[in-house]
């Protein structure tokens, strides 16, 4: 779908104030990899640092005139601010800028990946709906009119608007189009509810892989459960939840969903669109937090995906943090840390490339889902003869006394082995 995607030259702009500088280039550098994700390619990177962005053009004038002069000189075809802007604020630099180049901000070049890789209905519907709500009051009624929303396909950087949508849309259509959209939207959610109901209902434990885009969640899923999702070094490769059933070790069936990646200042008016896709955590049992410590920014994306959790209601799951990229990387010492800090939390270090440490990851799943191997005594009567026939032809270390009253049992036992005999155990360890 982003084949067709032309490469645009863009000049990527950040205003910071000094407190925000660190962070600030940290977001600049993660802007020039959604640039390259959406296909365009920064010719210039421009920051200034002002306590406060202005109020009309985001940067003061100085830099503006040295933006338009940029612009001419490396032929810029759009302009991409680190920083959500309003309408007028774009209008006003696009009539700053001599030449005719667009200018867009963080959200907009957020949407359009997503426009870009959206596949499942749900996740067309959803962006559809977010880009009616943020891009499109951005392009209307600044003369270029809505000729960037092109549709998905045809369009590049900035122009891929919802599909329908042509090029007549007026302000009013949107809104008719936006209440359609959220009516559908509804309806997909209600039909999510009731698969979400009859999982439930299936009892079986639900596990979701969650994480900073490009930590690796898929490539995890497609490794443990041959899933084939579209895993590629690129952010947001994934914005459709898959769920998946999966055999642990000791027998028992979970639900291992992937979801969304998380990013930092993911746009509000994103997070609503697409919650009911994130929520996706919020439903299950535990959550595999996956992190890229190949990236030296792994604590600060970290630190997002935990807010945004919170945010979604999921702070309080058991979690299982998963040091991805081992083969590539030394694991630091900081998530050990991390790990240690909640009663219901545990770690792991795994590359889901190699499989290394996946082993031990699935034990500790294992164990924090309670559906490990459990050490049990049973107390069986003479005439359960069949009974200790299957505890030792299914069971490890089986022991066995012989009493007066009938045998007592020891027996290492899977998850279906102590459902099936439960009423003899005596004892646990
Ligand atoms: N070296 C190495 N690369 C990995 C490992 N796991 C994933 N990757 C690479 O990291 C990139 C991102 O992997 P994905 O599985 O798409 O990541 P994701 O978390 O699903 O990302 P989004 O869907 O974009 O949020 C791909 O190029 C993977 O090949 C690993 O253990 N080691
Ligand atoms: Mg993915």
Do not use: W
Request: glycine share 6%.
């Amino acid at each position: 779908m982003n084949d067709n995607i032309e490469t645009k030259k863009a000049i990527l702009c950040s205003v910071y104030s000094t407190e925000e500088a660190a962070s600030a280039e940290a977001s600049l550098a993660e802007l020039e990899r959604l640039l390259e994700t959406a296909g365009g390619e920064c010719v210039a990177v421009l920051t200034q640092v002002r306590e406060a962005p202005d109020r009309r053009t985001v940067i003061g004038k100085g830099k503006c005139e040295e933006l338009c002069r940029l612009c001419n000189d490396l032929e810029a075809d759009i302009v991409v601010f680190d920083t959500d802007m309003s309408p007028s604020q774009i209008k006003a630099l696009e009539d700053e800028i001599e030449r005719d180049v667009q200018v867009i901000d963080r959200s907009m070049l957020i949407l359009d990946i997503f426009a870009a890789h959206a596949r499942s209905a749900e996740g067309t519907l959803q962006v559809e709906l977010a880009q009616l709500k943020y891009t499109a009051p951005r392009l209307v009624g600044h003369g270029r009119e809505m000729s960037r929303l092109g549709g998905a396909a045809s369009g590049s950087i900035g122009s891929r608007g919802p599909g329908e949508t042509k090029l007549e849309i007026d302000r009013r259509r949107i809104r008719a189009r936006i209440t359609s959209l959220e009516a559908e939207l509804e309806n997909v959610a209600r039909a999510r509810d009731v698969i979400r109901k009859s999982r439930e209902r299936s009892g079986l434990k639900r596990v979701a892989i969650v994480g900073y885009t490009n930590a690796g969640k898929s490539t995890l899923l497609n490794r443990l459960t041959e899933a084939g999702i579209l895993a590629e070094d690129k952010l947001f490769a994934t914005l459709d939840t898959t769920t998946r059933k999966y055999t642990l070790p000791a027998g028992s069936e979970i639900l291992l969903t992937d979801t969304v990646g998380f990013i930092r200042n993911l746009p509000h008016h994103l997070i609503k669109a697409f919650r009911s896709t994130l929520e996706e955590a919020v439903y299950s049992d535990l959550l595999l937090i996956i992190i890229d410590a190949s990236d030296p920014e792994f604590e600060s994306q970290l630190k997002v995906t935990e807010e945004l959790l919170a945010d979604l209601g999921a702070a309080d799951k058991p979690k299982l943090y998963v040091m991805n990229k081992c083969d590539v990387c030394e694991i630091s010492d900081v998530l050990r840390e991390i790990s240690a800090d909640g009663e219901n939390t545990d770690f792991a270090s795994i590359s889901a490339v190699t499989g290394e440490g996946v082993d031990t990851l699935i034990e500790k799943l294992e164990r924090m889902l309670g559906q490990g191997k459990k050490r049990v005594r049973f107390s069986l009567p003479m005439s359960a003869g069949a009974v200790l026939n299957e505890i030792y032809s299914n069971a490890e270390n089986v022991e066995v006394d012989y009493t007066p009253e009938g045998m007592e049992v020891k027996a290492t036992v899977d998850e279906k082995l102590y459902g099936k005999f439960s009423r003899y155990i005596t004892e646990e360890e």
